[in-house]
């Protein structure tokens, strides 16, 4: 009786599965749909009302950004400056999360160099990024290096303190647990740590990619041969609003780009490390 109870169970449980995916499949149209129509509503209100309300030589029309960003995107230079920006923003990036993390990890681990540097550390993350700028360019030059420094520094101090205080926050009484067991240091690493630590360092991921954005454009405003700040300061030298914005959605785009690769490395690795599960929890 109680097996075919279960077996009861489990195939009304196989029936009602496609209903769910189903609605959740109905659900994520809806909201894609509502975007696109949020996008086309601005656009519309942004095309009448250019000229009449809005002046045009500031916010264009969306007809003539539209025309600007082809011509960029059909242009040698145009590529060579998103490659540029690219290559500067995913070198920073990479660069910048594994020195946040190897201090954080150190300094986490080492409670007197915790206390030692976290200070000094802190005052140095209080100067204003975008002003180490001209100073980067007077070690780096007017190259891509300059941008990458600036990125890192606003990516390395994000992932440190995610991590750094991860480590502080760690559930000591899981710790000893795992030790009077007979764990060893990575027995640790594995069971306490490394679940420990898997949130707040995707959480400083996904913080740290606009700011190595940022970091990149505002360098490249300052001074720079290519990339697209670049392109963006000439345009709005030249009062090109046009190119302005086909420049900004350039942006807009990267930022999505690189905000979706991280949003899916968060979700597989917490589904490997079988925290998926407890986020939805949370959620829920």
Known sequence: MVTATRSAERTTEAAAEPRRQGERWRGTATVVLLRVA??????????????????????????????ALWTYLQSAQGWTDIKTTSIEILAGFGIGVALGTAAGLLLGSF??????????????????????????LLFFGIGIWSKIAIAVTGVAFVVFYNI?????????????????MGGRRHHVLGYVTVPTLAAPFFAALKTGGPLAILGVIGAEFIASAEGVGHELFVAASNLDAPNEFAGLIVLVV????LNGILTRLDAYALKKLGLAGRRRA???
Do not use: C, H
């Open 254 to 257: 990267m930022t999505l780009i």
């Open 111 to 136: 409670r007197l160099a915790g206390q030692v540097l976290e200070p000094l550390i802190a005052a140095i993350n209080g100067i204003p990024k975008i002003a180490l700028a001209p100073l980067f």
């Open 38 to 67: 949020v996008i086309v509503l601005a656009g519309v209100l942004w095309q009448v009302l250019s000229g009449p309300v809005l002046p045009e030589y500031a916010v264009s029309k969306p007809t003539d950004v539209v025309d």
């Open 164 to 180: 750094y205080l991860g480590l502080r926050l760690r559930q000591r009484e899981l710790v000893e647990i795992v030790q009077v």
């Open 282 to 284: 949370r959620k829920g």
